[in-house]
């Protein structure tokens, strides 16, 4: 199954500081310190994307019905009352990121020595390189999109969308072979390691967006989120 490895994540560290502040300005000395922070992480980070087209074969009610094929039965998704945010997809996206590990292993040693400030500046630099892993997958699925005259339908999953529990990634993610990019799924349904999403792109001819957007306005975290757009 594809894993995109070959990743450029570009970290700025006045945008890292901007997330840690929730759009707030923040004090130059911390953008210094978010640049050493940057520089440390480089070698802890090791962003990997693996992911699969998916059939769709329609929505029913709450569910969206996928032909995985490779001689396997149809799978289903329960996403809820938003499942017709797929209703358009001919193809889907199934995808999990990752920078893997090695950041977190550091950030608790970090934590356990007192270097609590440390810690948290690379924990979020770390959570600004998984968000442009991220982009680089809804890139991908925007460029095939556009070779096909199609538009795309919003990044979708579960924990995030309104009616689409944490717990549905055991079946979103039982479409992909965690093992090849070191990642498996707890019993909570949280994928480890934690620095770690999974995604459900739709993809299609009647959708009018070029864009892989967010939805905002049915997502879970909404009422405390500053990057919220509608
Ligand atoms: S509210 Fe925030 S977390 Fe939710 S989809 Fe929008 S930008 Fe993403």
New binding site residues.
């Given amino acids: 199954m594809p894993v995109l490895t070959d990743i450029e994540i570009k970290l700025d560290a006045r945008e890292v500081v901007l997330a840690l502040h929730q759009g707030k300005k923040a004090p130059e000395a911390m953008i210094e310190e978010t640049w050493d922070a940057i520089g440390q992480s480089q070698a802890l980070i090791h962003p990997r994307a693996l992911y699969r087209w998916v059939k769709v074969l329609g929505v029913n009610g709450e569910q969206v019905l996928l032909a995985p094929g490779n001689g396997g039965g149809d799978a289903v998704l329960r996403l809820g009352p938003h499942a017709d945010l797929m209703a358009k997809a001919e193809l889907a996206l199934v995808s999990i990121v990752t920078i893997g590990g090695k950041l977190d292993h550091h950030i608790n040693e970090l934590n356990k020595s007192g270097k609590l400030l440390e810690a948290y500046l690379l924990d979020s630099v770390g959570v600004v390189a998984l968000a442009e892993v991220g982009k680089a997958i809804r890139k991908y699925v925007e460029m095939e999109a556009e070779s096909r005259g199609w538009g795309v339908s919003a990044s979708l999953a579960p924990g995030?969308l309104q009616g689409w529990p944490i717990e549905g990634q055991f079946a979103l993610c039982g479409l992909l072979p965690l093992d090849d990019i070191g990642v498996h799924l707890n019993e909570s349904g949280v994928l480890v390691p934690f620095k770690s999403v999974s995604s459900l792109i739709g993809m299609g001819g009647e959708y009018q967006s070029k864009k892989v957007g967010?939805?905002?306005r049915f997502?879970m975290?909404?009422e405390t989120?500053w990057?919220?757009?509608e």
């Fill in positions: 995030s967010s939805v905002c997502c975290r909404a989120c990057r919220r757009r």
